[in-house]
């Protein structure tokens, strides 16, 4: 803690202050000049990331060629058959009758007893082991093979004597292509194939395991065959039931699938009940479907033009520069806002990389490319090439000029075109190499690159990119400024004390003068 002008009376500490603030201007500038910098990092970064969601939504969106080739599928008896559009690329038309249902194989165990021939209840899964229960005959490990429709070997499970029987039906249901359950009111395991298919559920074991549970069927069921009323089941006996494949008549072709729910020429069919007559579809292009992603593409960059030319044409105020903490502390939060977005203002004006690209992307929304007509044709009765241009779609570029560049749509054209030639649509926009989307996404990730040189990516080091290296050169002359000017305060203060100690002296000897003239009289 310094107290000054004690001998001199002045104010030591407010004069060198005042002196300091007038040393600190230079310093002061390179701040400023290195939060300006930082803004401008920011606002680089912010757009490579825009771009680089813009690039993906494009892959993902017009660049594929299902985005163009969705359907409505319409079907008589939607109750007994549902067909679902999946990336088609041709209409799909026809009749389907459905002879059976595709199954699932069940096996149904006979009643479980213990050692006093009680039945199993659910507690004793939770209470009591197999051993305990008379279901395991020896202390030796166990191997319970279960098999499926579908599966070409069994799988092996290894039980322990110790095991309880929720055990077992635990690694049933997690390692097996089966589902497993007790049923504490009948006394019985019930297990079924997770997956439909023609065949049987199949269990052995090492051991005893199997019979012990009573998992081996003497007799398979197949449930196409009606059971009659008047035989009497045993209700204690271990049943098997087929699992069955579905059968159907497709476009005349008699067929079978495994599943229910199955893929044909792109299409998913789900067949859901028997049919007794022929179920007949059709499939047209979703031109809602379609029009919408075409208009979500235009939108899109419609959007993002907007945005980098406001960012490329943004006014800079030079006279508004970044504030320091002292010029803040004397402002509203409100007035250090207004007066920040000036600042901050003009970041990236007048950016090469970023005109040249949207000057590119004017140009690539004029493209015309070789397509075919609606009947496959690429030659039209002129003999000259079938080409197709947005201006085609009823979209052109607005002659707006203040709009720079954004597209308008003729919607009744574009819906008109889509309906027409869906494929065509896709050659122009999503075609690969020649399409307009793909001369998009190359002009964006070009200026991502041009981006990321001059402001790096946010794990990048700031010698790896021209804005992070003058940051740290700033860095550098800031470090030397700070030295320069605690060195210059310090030399302030030991000038300011050795005249304050001048002075002291100075008044010790007028003192001792007086004392001494008064002495004498």
């Given at each position: 803690m310094r107290i000054g002008g004690l001998a001199s009376g002045i104010d030591t500490e407010s004069i060198i202050r005042d002196m300091m603030k007038a040393h600190r201007i230079p310093l002061d500038k390179i701040t400023q000049k290195k939060q300006y910098t930082q803004w401008q990092l920011d606002d680089y970064r912010s757009t490579n990331r825009d771009l680089r969601k813009s690039s993906d939504k494009l892959f993902d969106t017009v660049m594929k060629q299902s985005t163009y080739m969705q359907k409505n599928v319409s079907v008589s008896d939607e109750k007994a058959v549902s067909i679902t559009a999946k990336g088609s690329t041709s209409d799909f038309s026809g009749t389907i009758e459905v002879k059976r249902l595709a199954t699932q194989a069940t096996l149904q165990s006979g009643v479980l007893k213990d050692n006093g021939d009680v039945k199993i209840s659910g507690e004793d899964i939770q209470n009591k082991s197999?051993?305990?229960?008379?279901?395991?005959?020896?202390?030796?490990?166990?191997?319970?093979?279960?098999?499926?429709?579908?599966?070409?070997?069994?799988?092996?499970?290894?039980?322990?004597?110790?095991?309880?029987?929720?055990?077992?039906?635990?690694?049933?249901?997690?390692?097996?292509?089966a589902s497993a359950f007790f049923d504490s009111e009948s006394g019985k395991i019930a297990i079924s194939s997770k997956n439909s298919g023609e065949g049987a559920i199949e269990i052995d074991s090492t051991g005893d395991l199997a019979q012990k549970l009573r998992l081996i069927p003497a007799t398979v069921t197949d449930p196409n065959i009606p059971v009659d009323p008047d035989v009497t089941i045993d209700q204690d006996i271990p049943r098997s039931t087929l699992g069955m494949d579905a059968k159907f008549t497709f476009n005349?072709?008699?067929?079978?699938?495994?599943?229910?729910?199955?893929?044909?020429?792109?299409?998913?069919?789900?067949?859901?009940?028997?049919?007794?007559?022929?179920?007949?579809?059709?499939?047209?292009?979703?031109?809602?479907?379609?029009?919408?992603?075409?208009?979500?593409f235009v939108n899109d960059y419609n959007e993002m033009i907007e945005k980098l030319n406001s960012k490329i044409k943004e006014k800079e105020f030079k006279s508004f520069h970044p504030l320091s903490a002292e010029e803040k502390s004397d402002m509203k939060e409100k007035e250090i806002e207004l007066w920040e977005e000036k600042a901050k203002s003009g970041t990236m004006k007048g950016d090469p990389a970023i005109s040249s690209m949207l000057n590119n992307l004017r140009s690539i929304m004029t493209t015309t490319v070789n397509t075919t007509d609606k009947n496959g044709k690429s030659v039209g009765e002129d003999g000259k090439p079938i080409t197709i241009s947005?201006?085609?779609?009823?979209?052109?570029?607005?002659?707006?000029?203040?709009?720079?560049?954004?597209?308008?749509?003729?919607?009744?054209?574009?819906?008109?075109?889509?309906?027409?030639?869906?494929?065509?649509?896709?050659?122009?926009?999503?075609?690969?190499?020649?399409?307009?989307?793909?001369?998009?996404?190359?002009?964006?990730?070009?200026?991502?690159?041009?981006?990321?040189?001059?402001?790096?990516?946010?794990?990048?080091?700031?010698?790896?990119?021209?804005?992070?290296?003058?940051?740290?050169n700033m860095d550098k002359q800031i470090e030397r400024f700070e030295t320069k000017l605690q060195m210059m305060e310090s030399r302030y203060y030991k000038q300011f004390n050795a005249m304050e100690q001048a002075i002291q002296r100075a008044n010790s000897q007028s003192a001792a003068l007086m004392s001494s003239l008064g002495g004498g009289m």
């Open positions: 197999l051993a305990q229960l008379g279901l395991f005959t020896g202390d030796d490990d166990q191997t319970l093979n279960v098999k499926v429709p579908g599966s070409t070997d069994a799988t092996p499970l290894t039980i322990k004597s110790t095991d309880k029987l929720s055990d077992v039906l635990k690694q049933i249901n997690e390692k097996t292509g005349g072709l008699e067929t079978t699938r495994s599943s229910n729910t199955f893929t044909i020429n792109g299409f998913e069919v789900s067949l859901k009940q028997k049919t007794d007559s022929p179920v007949s579809f059709s499939s047209s292009t979703n031109t809602e479907k379609v029009f919408d992603s075409v208009v979500e947005l201006k085609d779609l009823g979209i052109e570029t607005s002659k707006n000029y203040l709009d720079n560049g954004k597209l308008t749509i003729n919607e009744d054209k574009l819906r008109a075109k889509i309906s027409e030639n869906p494929n065509a649509v896709y050659d122009l926009i999503g075609g690969k190499d020649k399409g307009i989307a793909q001369k998009y996404r190359t002009e964006l990730q070009d200026a991502q690159k041009k981006i990321t040189v001059k402001a790096g990516s946010s794990t990048a080091v700031n010698d790896t990119f021209a804005l992070g290296r003058s940051m740290k």
